[in-house]
């Protein structure tokens, strides 16, 4: 079955770093977009980034210099770089990978990983 696990969390504080590993199997990892969304108490998952199947990355402005996600296909494995974090920036993080076309049409999530940011 498809398994998505994260791993990297932990408590940091402002202006740390942080590096969260997401390692997939199950899936042909190679053809799937990969994700970050994060989710802190009380509020929706928004998303943090994403990188394509031709490494083409997206993230959000309010992460935008800060965060940047890469993908090794042979380790099947993602990760998120975090750099000058924020107490804004705690929350559980999940990896997600997507892919909408056939054949081997996916939606997957990892079980989280908790960043807590605070001094």
Do not use: H
Not at 36 to 62: C, F, H, M
Not at 81 to 101: F, G, H, V
């Amino acid at each position: 079955q498809v398994q998505l696990v994260e791993s990297g969390g932990g408590l940091v504080q402002p202006g740390g770093s942080l590096r969260l590993s997401c390692e997939a199997s199950g899936i042909i990892f190679g053809i799937y977009t990969m994700a970050w969304y994060r989710q802190a108490p009380g509020k929706q998952r928004e998303l943090v980034a994403t990188i394509d199947t031709n490494d083409i990355t997206n993230l959000p402005d309010s992460v935008k210099g800060r965060f940047t996600i890469s993908r090794d296909n042979a380790k099947n494995t993602v990760y998120l770089q975090m750099n000058s974090l924020k107490p804004e920036d705690t929350a559980l993080y999940y990896c997600n990978a997507k892919r909408t076309s056939r054949p081997f049409r996916g939606n997957y999530w990892g079980q989280g990983t908790q960043v807590t940011v605070s001094s």
